[in-house]
């Protein structure tokens, strides 16, 4: 049997415009009048809390402390990096004035007598402005190392954005260290990566492959950009988190200096890394289905919804009752060390349409009470990753009310997990390893989800890297990392045709 | 005998610059080298996230969920209300352009070619650009009440600016709700109003005023504006929340409508209500004193800091083990509902350094522990809300290790309730309500430390109003709020003569 999906379209008919109807359908965000900026609604922002708070965790567990820099930054802390820095982005806002006045029209224009002796930028990211803050902050080998991080807003002016993948304003964290040795600023470039991917897997249920950047693909100013990249369910990869090993570039241009315990003037290595509300954009792509979006366990707002089937009858009294003490029940229980959201959706609307809308907006587990469930002593209980019959219906189960409570921890674990392997089993199969010529490369990329390759090269530096690039770039291909657990080398390398050192994932990107 | 304080300058001496001295000698901020924008510096940052989210369980409880709006408003949203609000502040951050371009000299200056079509405002407040969600997503009665807040940074040009207290950016939460009837916006006005007043008594420690401001100090475009008011210790008043009902006014201009079951259109009634990062400012002037801050405990970011005294010497290995299992003992436990926040500081510094770094940051409760705690079995405790003895010592008394991890949350519940009782006898103490003449408000205010008057007037309006605001205002006073709990009137207004209706504060304000 055919079944009618709860979005207008399908993943495999447009997978952009199913995209953009799960933002729409699942209430996650929207167009703010202001271009290039959505407004995130609550569910979309209640994701991203629930992100916020269990990275925070893990980076204040690694022995983070947060700070707060302004959103403006003055045009000339940009110039130095201008100078040095290859590749440095000039998309920004910049404000100029700092008053309205009226045009004597009725309308209002920025005040030619209020103009900034200065231009300020609004913060694309916060590297210059925490540097000047190091700069001060650091005299001795015994202020080392510093470790902050901070979650922001920052603006990069983007000619063409798509909700949450590509916004000229996101949200984002961004953490800053200071180390008295390279060995122990590019361990913690590491450290943060494996946080990112673990967080990814463990957490948001998506699967990473983590490794580090190609040169050309690095950080400007960096020396090592490692990176976690998703497989969406098109295929194409997005990257989902980077962190970068800074060396001594950024504190030689920023003046970042420790006397060592030998009284003697070093610079300090630096790193930086960071996640944004892109990673919104990733779940979306990794859990969505026709049917809208699937929140994993842990990181839904609301993890059971229960919607009581009310008929303006008499009985209503005693189902709601009955939904009371259930939700209470569960609130009371825990699972994955928190409590557990339970949401009692009481708002003045149909059942049916209740269940549509958490279907669509991915609450794991919707649990529909008539009065025959009542009765009963029972729940008919709707897994969100398992959705459908194999007859096309939707899979209510009844179950009897006693010992729900005391199985919802394991449920929620097994939606989770099983949210996971999903995702896992499908990257596992998008990935080809056995592409040895660049014809086979071209052939890989030519279906309608072509996934990931996942070749053999020589690592070319400089020009022979350029010449690289371009060729892929002629595919729409990028070489997205060097995974950190591929497999070892044997024979050549698939563009030079010289001893391989490493294996490399190329990909169509977001 | 005369105690050497840890600040250089006392609140006696110079209030202003005492108040500078806790925010540097604390870590709380610093100057960014941004005019009137400031670094938030970790333990400073971490009073606020404490703030943020106890406030935000708060807010959550009653209903509300958060949402996320663009940080850059088009300057048209502010044209409809600068035409229709009187007092409309024009003092605000403009984005003209949109990208950097060298200026040929190894400088940067804004591209001519990408000055923007409309300008950009950064938000000083998000009323415009919420109401005009609201106005899309309010269409039937079902639809409300909408009940959201959102935590962000804003932006207010100001000419003189102080850490914490007045900014040109500052954080805070803003919440904006919408519903189909005068009293239940009203009863929202109310409720939020309580969630304030009793989150500043029960976590802030800091006893306040609610009450409702008078006409001249409503909110532009505010029917009514309540406020919470608290006394600093110079006596001087600190406006730490407010509430507004705006009836439809900011409906009719934003055209946020409704159908109700009637089938007829009617404009909604909103409401708006903030906390900021000026609570900050309030909790420093409330609690501090001339060692440095005192946090309440459930603020405190870490509520017990441990400082092993080491002296290079083989029995530092025993007393680094012994410090680690209190700082585990103590984690696993709980106060206030949460887990004991306990640190263990291994900073290589010298221990007396550290006592005192901490005590000027004001942890709660500071446990030393030397070779001689170890042999006997004890901790070396002091309590920051009682930090010296009768002659003057500091009052680190010897307890023993037993029993300490069993009576921590007492202990931190005590230190809360002490600083709380504290800063209640000093208000109340500090206001007046024995003057009722002109003459006695005038001498009420002529010492160094005048406290606040409440006075029993009419409540004239219009041209009486401003008559009494300029009297006040000669005297450097405002009126600060209708207390809601103030005792009945009894005779004649103070202003005017004629029979009193309410009693209202008067006081210096920040």
Redesign the interface.
Known sequence: MAIKHALPVAREADFAAWYQAVITEADMA?E???RG??????WG??I??RIQRLLDDRIKATGH????????????Y??KE??HVEGFA?????????????DGK??????PSAKLEE????RPTSET?IG??FA?WIQSW?DLPVL?NQW??V?R?EMRTRMFLRTS?F?WQEGHTAHASVAEAQEETRRMLEVYRSFSEDVVAMPVVAGEKPENERFPGAVETWSIEAMMQDGKALQAGTSHFLGTNFASSQNIRFQNAEGQFELANTTSWGMSTRMIGGLIMTHGDDDGLRVPPRLAPWQVVIVPMLRDAPEDEAIVAYCKALQADLAGRSAFGEPVRALLDL???KSTAKRWAWVKKGAPVVIEVGGRDVAGGNLSVIRRDRLYRDDGKVDSRVVPRDGFGAGVAELLADIQSSLHIEARHRMEAGIRRDVTDMAGLERAFEGEKPGWVEVQWSRPTGAALDAVVERLKALKLTIRNTPIDAAAVDGACLFTGQPAVERIVVARAY
Chains 1, 2 share one sequence.
């Open positions: 929207e703010s009048g202001v900026c959505m407004v995130i609604r609550p922002y209640g991203w809390e402390e947060n700070c707060y820099f302004p959103v403006f930054i003055p045009l000339s940009f110039e201008a100078e000039k998309e920004m806002a910049v404000v100029t004035h700092h008053r309205l006045i009226s009725g309308g209002l224009v920025p005040d231009p300020l930028v609004v402005v000047a803050a001060r015994r902050i922001a807003n603006v002016w304003e949200l708002k003045s609307a």
